[in-house]
């Protein structure tokens, strides 16, 4: 108990702390990841020259489900998001290019998979939080709880009203304690699954693509090990290494079974 008092105050300060009772005994929601590593296309034993002839026997399709309508909530966490014009990328540039993103060519292909269609991006009054800081090394628990805050305050929707992706865009300083430029997980919230990412800070370029890693993998995987894979890892790390600009916007590959490549 004395732990999530502690947690809470240095994520929210003092005002929020009153929202957990030490003598509650139990944290309101359950949260849970599942316990895969991250694989990286340039660490793969296998290759795409090797892979086409058994991609049909190596891909792996779970019950799902399936982000098959994806609606992608942005927050900026930290102060350094609250200036329209600072930092470089401000979180209009990047809003508006995970817009273009969502809504061009690279959601097509990911329709083989349980018939995934183009997304948007869902504007809520938590897309911008200067009001507290992420600490450094952070870990997937920190972006749960921070998330959890902002559901208790009424900031972002109810997962329950839709196929929310929440993710939160790193400020600038801040890394993760596994030191991976992004992630997607999951948790519960009043025993509905809420699905959510965070995406570290770089130039507009490199957050683009990182979230393009994130956003294909949690679509076609967002249990973790439940959706699609390749190999025992998710569609879009094994083709870590192939990058391009689609509407403009960079993005990462992802293994395509139709066409037996990235």
Wanted: charged share 15%.
């Amino acid at each position: 108990d004395e732990l999530i008092y502690i947690h809470v105050r240095l994520l929210f300060g003092k005002p929020l702390v009153r929202l957990y009772r030490p003598t509650l005994g139990t944290f309101p929601h359950t949260r849970a990841m599942a316990d895969r590593p991250e694989v990286k296309g340039d660490d793969m034993s296998l290759t795409s020259d090797n892979i086409n002839t058994t991609a049909s026997d190596i891909l792996q399709e779970g019950p799902g489900p399936y982000l098959t309508a994806v609606q992608v909530v942005p927050i900026f966490w930290g102060s350094a998001w609250a200036d329209s014009s600072n930092p470089d990328p401000t979180w209009l540039d990047v809003t508006s290019a995970i817009t273009n993103l969502l809504a061009g060519p690279y959601m097509d292909g990911l329709n083989q998979y349980g018939g995934i269609q183009p997304g948007s991006v869902k504007i809520a009054s938590g897309t911008r939080y200067p009001d507290s800081e992420p600490p450094n090394s952070f870990t997937d628990d920190t972006i749960h709880l921070f998330l959890d805050l902002l559901f208790i305050v009424g900031l972002l929707p109810d997962p329950s009203t839709g196929q929310f992706l929440y993710v939160v865009f790193m400020p600038p300083g801040v890394s993760y304690y596994l030191g991976d430029g992004g992630d997607h997980s999951y948790f519960q919230l009043n025993g509905v699954t809420a699905y959510c990412a965070f995406i570290g800070h770089g130039d507009l370029d490199g957050i683009t693509t990182t979230f393009s890693h994130e956003l294909a993998e949690a679509c076609s995987d967002p249990n973790a090990a439940s959706g699609i894979s390749i190999a025992g890892s998710e569609i879009a790390d094994f083709c870590g290494s192939y990058t391009a600009k689609l509407n403009g916007v960079a993005v990462q590959g992802y293994w395509s079974l139709n066409d037996r490549a990235c």
